[in-house]
């Protein structure tokens, strides 16, 4: 089974940048989907992004796709959401999870979750 760790968070001025990385051990991926997810105190988890393993198809949440990328990190078992003009309602716990099945925007649909990294944008 997949173990998956994030990293990359951190505190960061509005209109800036961040780098998350969601790295897996234990196996390789093969077919999977792997996600990005977000959740504020309070908040239902919301979906971000995913991408195949083969990385032949990409999914992005409309409300972050002109500002957010994901991506394969050079061949290696990680899985990166560039994250550009960041603004403090992007404040959050993120997360990245497998796909078990279903629909690629629910968070029902994943498993494996990682601990999460913190954002925090400032004003």
């Known amino acids: 089974q997949v173990q998956l760790v994030e990293s990359g968070g951190g505190l960061v001025q509005a209109g800036g940048s961040l780098r998350l990385s969601c790295a897996a051990s234990g196996r390789t991926f093969s077919s999977f989907i792997v996600g990005w997810f977000r959740q504020a105190p309070g908040k239902e988890r919301e979906f971000l992004a995913a991408i195949t393993w083969n990385g032949a198809r990409t999914y992005y949440a409309d409300s972050v796709k002109a500002r957010f990328t994901i991506s394969r990190d050079n061949g290696k078992n990680t899985v990166v959401l560039q994250m550009n003009s960041l603004k403090p309602e992007d404040t959050a716990a993120y997360y990245c999870?497998?796909?078990?099945?279903?629909?690629?925007?629910?968070?029902?649909?994943?498993?494996?979750w990682g601990q999460g990294t913190q954002v925090t944008v400032s004003s």
């Open positions: 999870a497998a796909l078990t099945g279903g629909d690629v925007t629910h968070s029902k649909s994943y498993g494996n």
